[in-house]
């Protein structure tokens, strides 16, 4: 059975912290793996990652993918408190799949 | 551009009763489908469409049917409502199925059924 987990469920930090997030998977098809930001109401995409080793960055929010050890990371610097969110890590299994992990809810507290 | 939309915004049911979850994109994306997101469970896959006249079945389709007539529109159909429906529906559009960085949400329908 496809499987994203995600670490930790929760999170408290303050203005200026920085965190890491974590995502790990066990799936039978990988694709791509995508994180997206979801606040109020729907999620909004932040990256996708298909290759290992390869960082992609926006910001002080950037991402990384090891196919080998099946995880990611995303890691937020410098936290403010916009960055309150519910992240959510997804692995697409194939073309009409995404599975998605429950989420780390960040708050950033000023 | 409206982007996705969704209606209603929210939505209670009587257990039992039947109703449909409205979703349209005005991006002419071929590809939709839809999400219900549960506490402590992330999104999950219900049905999916890539295109006009084809539909298939996701990770949880049971309870759900879905139809796609027009590019625009990818309704869900609750066919008798239960409990375990509770939950927050999202649609969602991209214009391919090889375009996952390129997924809309809608802004989502909370539905509770008593």
């Known amino acids: 059975e496809d499987k994203v987990v995600q670490s930790p469920l929760s999170l408290v930090v303050h203005e200026g912290d920085t965190v890491t997030l974590n995502c790990s998977y066990e799936v039978t098809n990988f694709r791509s793996l995508l994180w997206y930001k979801q606040e109020k109401k729907a999620p909004t995409f932040l990256f996708m990652l298909t290759s290992s080793g390869i960082e992609k960055k926006s910001g002080r929010l950037s991402s990384i993918l090891d196919k080998k050890e099946l995880f990611s990371i995303l890691n937020i610097t410098a936290t403010q408190t916009g960055d309150s969110a519910v992240y959510l890590c997804a692995v697409e299994v194939n073309n009409n799949d995404m599975r998605f992990g429950a989420g780390t809810r960040l708050t950033v507290k000023p | 551009n409206a982007g996705v939309t969704q209606t209603p915004k929210f939505q209670v049911l009587k257990t039992g009763q039947s109703m449909t979850l409205q979703c349209a994109q005005d991006?002419?994306?071929?590809?939709m489908s839809w999400y219900r997101q549960d506490p402590g469970m992330g999104l999950r896959l219900i049905h999916y469409s890539v295109g006009a006249g084809i539909t298939d079945q996701g990770e949880v389709p049971n309870g759900y049917n879905v139809s796609r007539s027009t590019t625009e529109d990818f309704p869900l159909r609750l066919l008798s409502a239960a409990p375990s429906q509770t939950s927050v529906y999202f649609c969602?559009?991209?214009?391919?199925?090889?375009?996952?960085?390129?997924?809309?949400f809608g802004p989502g329908t909370r539905l509770t059924v008593t």
């Open positions: 991006m002419n994306h071929e590809y």
């Open positions: 969602a559009s991209r214009r391919t199925r090889d375009e996952p960085y390129e997924q809309y």
